[in-house]
């Protein structure tokens, strides 16, 4: 570029491409009878979906560059951090956006919806792009009328979306950075073996308070118990290698052993300056999973007021397909489940004062 030309002046119209953007709107009712009022709302909504899930893209693609760096240094988990945090308010926008979606009747809907066969959400490139970058995996997926979720794509953005799946999504980065982190190993301080005796002591607190309440019967007492478990139940996978992996070859859970112990790790000891940012760039990742899990039932609950037990335009089973997919396109559930193996702050182990050192800010007169 002409170095003279760097700060010339621009027009807010061909800047933003106002003319094309305005010119993009075509309702297929008008080139039939006459036009269906409701539709120009319909193809706007979706238009702006599109243009917000391209800029979730742009901050998704931007973090997993940072994370294929072995060499991750702070300022960029705070910059990661930023651009989920980004991600996060965008997809509140897009849920929220329904709404506006809604205030069209389903007989409107009816006005115009013959005239959009076989086009689908389900054909959005785009949607299916972001779930692939954040680490959605083919054959977590549901099918497409028994195929894969490809078949409705064209060669070119078949091949695009195999080359985000064989670069490395943002679970399989995440989950490479958390097995890197070093805190687990330090010397004489064993952290699975501290931990494990304070799971042990909460689960004998809470079985003794259990025993003595008098407010209890004895048959809710042997109740309350059975529930509670022990380090065979939800501490299981974690305390022990073995028992992880097998989970992971049954489908069970896919976080390695090694990124779950970090992760715990992390959630335990958040308050701990150096671990506040991993703590919340891993609260990112499981808000974006529950955000869009509530857009995809928000999506369903929609499409259930517009057209009832009908078949989508694009050929799947409408409602009942997409309650299906919100429940399963889950992507980090293994974080989520963490919450599980967390113990109260009154019973976590005492680091190491080494330890202390390195995950805080130490300050003493001898430095300068």
Not at 53 to 59: A, G, V
Request: proline share 3%; hydrophobic share 40%; aromatic share 10%.
């Amino acid at each position: 570029m002409d170095p003279d030309k760097k700060y010339t002046t621009v027009h807010y119209h061909s800047y933003l491409q106002i003319n094309k953007l305005l010119d993009a709107q075509h309702p297929r009712s008008g080139e039939f009878e006459d036009p269906a009022h409701e539709e120009m709302l319909f193809i706007i909504v979706h238009q702006v979906y599109e243009l917000w899930f391209k800029q979730i893209m742009h901050e998704i693609n931007s973090v997993c560059d940072m994370f294929r760096d072995h060499i991750l240094d702070e300022t960029n988990i705070g910059t990661a951090v930023s651009r989920l945090d980004r991600v996060e308010r965008i997809l509140k926008l897009i849920i929220q956006q329904i709404g506006v979606l809604e205030s069209m009747t389903p007989l409107d809907f009816l006005d115009f919806r013959n005239y959009l066969f076989p086009a689908s959400g389900f054909q959005s490139f785009q949607f299916r792009n972001i779930e692939a970058l954040l680490g959605l995996r083919e054959q977590d997926r549901m099918t497409y009328n028994g195929h894969s979720y490809k078949i409705v794509f064209t060669d070119e953005q078949k091949a695009a979306l195999t080359d985000v799946e064989n670069r490395g999504s943002l679970f399989e980065l995440i989950e490479a950075w958390l097995e890197r982190i070093p805190f687990l190993d330090n010397g004489s301080f064993d952290f699975l073996e501290k931990y494990k005796q304070a799971v042990e002591n909460m689960l004998a607190t809470e079985k003794s308070a259990i025993e003595k309440t008098e407010y209890l019967s004895d048959k809710m007492k042997k109740m309350r118990i059975d529930m509670l478990g022990n380090t065979n139940t939800y501490f299981k996978h974690v305390l022990s290698e073995k028992a992880h992996q097998a989970m992971i070859e049954n489908g069970e859970i896919r976080l390695s052993y090694k990124a779950t112990l970090s992760a715990l790790f992390i959630n335990l000891y958040r308050d701990q300056p150096v671990l506040q940012l991993p703590f919340r760039l891993l609260t990112n990742l499981t808000d974006i999973d529950e955000l869009l899990t509530t857009w995809r039932y928000r999506h369903a609950q929609m499409v259930k007021r517009m057209i009832g037990n009908k078949v989508g335009t694009g050929g799947s089973s409408g409602h009942s397909y997409l309650v299906q997919t919100a429940e399963k396109h889950k992507i980090f559930n293994d974080l989520h489940n963490i919450s599980s193996l967390l113990i109260p702050r009154s019973e976590l182990p005492q680091l190491p004062n080494g330890l202390l050192d390195r995950l805080g800010f130490v300050f003493s007169q001898n430095n300068e």
